[in-house]
C-alpha cells in the first residue's frame, strides 16, 4: 500500500457547488487526482474499479455542467459511481466503502440527495429517468434529468422499451450513453467531436426546427423521404440511425477522456429544452491506470490491492471456491457428455464459465446482460434436446422470474439453473443478496431444487443436473470459499428428494439445508457437550422435500429446528406446511425456524452478518434453548 495522492484542487472540491466555481481550464487536473483517489480508495476496501476509472471525465462534465442535485442525475449500474460519490459530499467517508455502516457501493437513495435512484442492477436508468422527466413535466418544473446508462447495460431489453417510451412520449430526457467496450461505435477523433458540437447546437437545431416548418408547407408526399434524407445523412456521418428510430435525436459519438469535447456538447444539450436526447460518450474501461487498462475483465471488481503492482490480496484460505468447484466439476461433465452446454448473462468469470469457454467454446453461450434472455434462449436448446446449464447469480435471476415460471416450469422443459452468490455475499449489499430463490423456485409446480451444503456436495448436484431430464433442476451454493472437505474424484448422481443424516442423537434435531451445515455441526457439539443428544440433517432437496426424513426428525426428537440461509417463505415454510398436514405439530415437538429476517439487509462483514441475524453456531445453540424454555446453557443446566 502507498500514501493517499497528493490532491491540492481536489481538496478544495466538497461538493458539486465547489465544482462549479473552478475555470474550466482547471478541471483536467481535477479529474486526474480525482482518478488517484479512486484507484487507491479501491485499494483500500475493494470494489469495482474499472468502470469508474473509465467515466472520471464524465462525472467532472456531468457535475460541472449540470445543477445537481437539482438536475437529477441518474446512474446505471453503481459500478460507475465512486467518483460521484466522491465530488458529493462523501469524500470523507469514502474509505468506508462497502464495510458495515459505511458507504453503499451502489447508488442508494437514503444515502444522498444527490442520489436520486438506488441502482444495482443494470438498465434501469432510463426507465425511472422517464419517470423522473414525465414527474417534473406534471410538476410544471424546469430541472434537467440525465441518464448514465453503460458498462454494458445495453445488452438488456429494458434499455430498449425505456427509449422506445420515452421516444413516444417525447419529455426532455437526456440520456448519456457510455459505451466502453466499442461495441457500437467507430473510433472517435477531431472529426466526429466536431460534428457531435455542432448537431448539439443550438443553431443547427433552430435550422433542423425551421426545416421542419418549411416540410409542413410541402405536399405530404415529400415528408417522408425528406425527413429520411436528413436522418440518414446524418447517420452516415455520425451513427445513431438505431436511438433514431426510437425517437431519440443522437449526437456523437464523443471521447468522453476529453473534456474540450465533453464540455461544450453537454452544455448545448442541457438548453435544448424538447424531446429526449441521447448523447454517445465513448470511454476506455480502466482508464487511467494500467494493469486495470490491460485487464478489464479482472479489475472490473477486485479485492484490496496494492497501488503500485495492481497485486491483490489473495486470501488465504485453503479451500477452493465454489465458483471454482461449479467450474471444474461442469466441465468434467461436459468432457463425456457432448450434449452439455453453458450459458451466461454477461458474468463469465464471475459463474467460473469462462474456463467452460476455454475448453468448449462452441458450447459456451455469453448473451450479455439479458437474463430474461438468457432462461428463454436457454429453455429453447433444452427443447431441441440439449443440457443447458444456466449459471446465473440469485439476485439476477430475480429478474427472469416470468421466463423461468412461463418458458420452463409451465413446459417441464429441463434447464438446469445453477444460481451463485446465494445467500448473504457481504460488502455488496441487498440488492445483490442472494435471499430469495429457495422461496421464489420451490413454489414452482415441476421443479426440483437443490442447495450445496459443501464443495463436495456441489459436485454432486452438478452431476444430478446433468443426469436429470424430467423437467427443471436448480442447485444453489454461496459465494466465497468451501469448507475445505475432501473432494469426490467424479460426481454421485443424488436420489432426488433425499437428505442425508450426519449424526444422530435423541433430544434435539438440526435440519440445514444449504452451506450452514457446518455451523450446525459445531452447534451440534456445543450442545452435545451440555447434555443435548443432537441429530444433524442436511436436506440437500428444498424440493421435493424429503418427508420421510422430516417424519423421522419430528418424531423421534422434542426439538427440531430448521436452518436455511434464505428468506421467509422458503424451505422452512415447506418443512412447517408438511409437519401441519400430517398433524404432526399436534405432540410436544418444539418447531423453530433460522431464515434471514423479513428485512433488506445491509452491506457488511459476511461473518458479521451471519451473527446478527442468528445463523452462525451460536445463534443455532440460542435458538435450541429458547424452544426449550431456557435463555443460556447455564440455565438449562440449573433446570
Known amino acids: 500500500m502507498t500514501d493517499k495522492p497528493n490532491t491540492p484542487l481536489l481538496d478544495q472540491v466538497s461538493s458539486p457547488a465547489d465544482l462549479r466555481k473552478l475555470d474550466p481550464a482547471q478541471l483536467r487536473q481535477l479529474a486526474d487526482e480525482l482518478r488517484e483517489e479512486v484507484i487507491d480508495t479501491v485499494s483500500v476496501t475493494g470494489g469495482h474499479l474499472g468502470a469508474g476509472l473509465g467515466v472520471v471525465e464524465l462525472t467532472v462534465a456531468l457535475h460541472y455542467i449540470f445543477d445537481t442535485p437539482q438536475d437529477r442525475l441518474i446512474w446505471d449500474v453503481g459500478h460507475q459511481c465512486y467518483p460521484h460519490k466522491i465530488l458529493t459530499e462523501r469524500r470523507d467517508r469514502i474509505r468506508t466503502l462497502r464495510q458495515g455502516g459505511g458507504l453503499s457501493g ?35 418544473s424546469e430541472n434537467n434529468v440525465i441518464a448514465v446508462i453503460g458498462d454494458g447495460s445495453m445488452s438488456a431489453g429494458m434499455a430498449y422499451e425505456a427509449m422506445n417510451n420515452a421516444g413516444a412520449q417525447e419529455s426532455r430526457l437526456i440520456v448519456i450513453l457510455n459505451d466502453n467496450e466499442m461495441s457500437i461505435a467507430p473510433p472517435v477523433g477531431a472529426m466526429s467531436s466536431y460534428l457531435a458540437r455542432l448537431v448539439s447546437s443550438r443553431t443547427f437545431l433552430q435550422l433542423r426546427d425551421m426545416g421542419k416548418q418549411l416540410l409542413r408547407r410541402m405536399p405530404k408526399i415529400f415528408h417522408e423521404p425528406v425527413s429520411r434524407a ?32 465533453l464540455l461544450p456538447v453537454l452544455k448545448n444539450v442541457r438548453d435544448v429544452k ?52 461449479f467450474a471444474e466439476a461442469i466441465a468434467k461433465e461436459a468432457e463425456t457428455d457432448d450434449k452439455i452446454v453453458t450459458v451466461t448473462a454477461a458474468m463469465p468469470a464471475g459463474t467460473g464459465l469462462d474456463k467452460f469457454a476455454e475448453k468448449f467454446p462452441k458450447r459456451f453461450f455469453d448473451v450479455g446482460i439479458a437474463e430474461q434472455h438468457a432462461v428463454t434462449f436457454s429453455a429453447g436448446l433444452a427443447a431441441e434436446g440439449l443440457k443447458p446449464f444456466c449459471a446465473i447469480y440469485s439476485t439476477f435471476l430475480q429478474r427472469a422470474y416470468d421466463q423461468v415460471v412461463h418458458d420452463v416450469a409451465i413446459q417441464g422443459l429441463p434447464v438446469r439453473f445453477a444460481i451463485d452468490r446465494a445467500g448473504i455475499v457481504g460488502a455488496d449489499g441487498a440488492t445483490h443478496a442472494g435471499a430469495f430463490d429457495l422461496a421464489y423456485l420451490s413454489c414452482l409446480p415441476n421443479m426440483v431444487v437443490m442447495a450445496a451444503a459443501d464443495e463436495a456436495d456441489l459436485v454432486h448436484m452438478v452431476a444430478t443436473a446433468a443426469a436429470y431430464n424430467d423437467g427443471p433442476i436448480a442447485f444453489r451454493y454461496p459465494r466465497g470459499e468451501g469448507r475445505g472437505v475432501e473432494m469426490p474424484e467424479k460426481g454421485e448422481v443424488l436420489e432426488i428428494g433425499r437428505g442425508r443424516v450426519l449424526r444422530k442423537g435423541s433430544k434435539v434435531a438440526l435440519l440445514s439445508i444449504g452451506a450452514r451445515l457446518g455451523q450446525c455441526l459445531m452447534a451440534a457439539d456445543e450442545l452435545d457437550a451440555a447434555g443435548l443428544s ?18 423421522r ?19 422452512s415454510a415447506q418443512v412447517f406446511d408438511f409437519l401441519a398436514d400430517d398433524g404432526l405439530l399436534e405432540n410436544s415437538l418444539k418447531v423453530r425456524s433460522l431464515h434471514l429476517p423479513d428485512a433488506f439487509l445491509d452491506h457488511g462483514n459476511t461473518e458479521a452478518i451471519y451473527g446478527e441475524v442468528g445463523l452462525d453456531a451460536k445463534g443455532i445453540v440460542s435458538k435450541v434453548f429458547e424452544a426449550l424454555g431456557h435463555q443460556t446453557v447455564s440455565d438449562f443446566r440449573r433446570a
Open 106 to 140: 451502489f447508488t442508494k437513495r437514503k444515502e444522498s440527495g444527490y442520489d436520486p435512484f438506488g441502482a444495482g442492477h443494470s438498465s434501469t436508468s432510463i426507465s425511472a429517468g422517464l419517470g423522473f422527466a414525465v414527474a417534473r413535466d406534471l410538476a410544471g
Open 274 to 325: 424538447d424531446g429526449p436526447i441521447l448523447v454517445h460518450v465513448v470511454t476506455q474501461k480502466g482508464k487511467g491506470y494500467e494493469p486495470a487498462e490491460r485487464s478489464t475483465d479482472k479489475y472490473h471488481g477486485v479485492a484490496k490491492f496494492d497501488v503500485v503492482t495492481g497485486a491483490q490480496v489473495k486470501s488465504s484460505g485453503k479451500a477452493p471456491s465454489y465458483t471454482k468447484v
Open 534 to 551: 443432537t441429530t444433524v440433517a442436511d436436506a440437500r432437496f428444498a424440493k421435493p422435500l424429503d418427508r420421510d426424513l422430516v417424519s
Open 553 to 571: 426428525l419430528a418424531g423421534n426428537h422434542e426439538v427440531l429446528i430448521i436452518v436455511e440461509e434464505g428468506s421467509v417463505g422458503g424451505f
Open 230 to 261: 436528413e436522418e440518414y445523412a446524418r447517420g452516415m456521418w455520425t451513427g445513431g440511425t438505431l436511438f433514431e428510430e426510437l425517437g431519440f435525436y443522437y449526437v456523437g459519438p464523443i471521447d468522453g477522456h476529453n473534456l474540450d469535447h
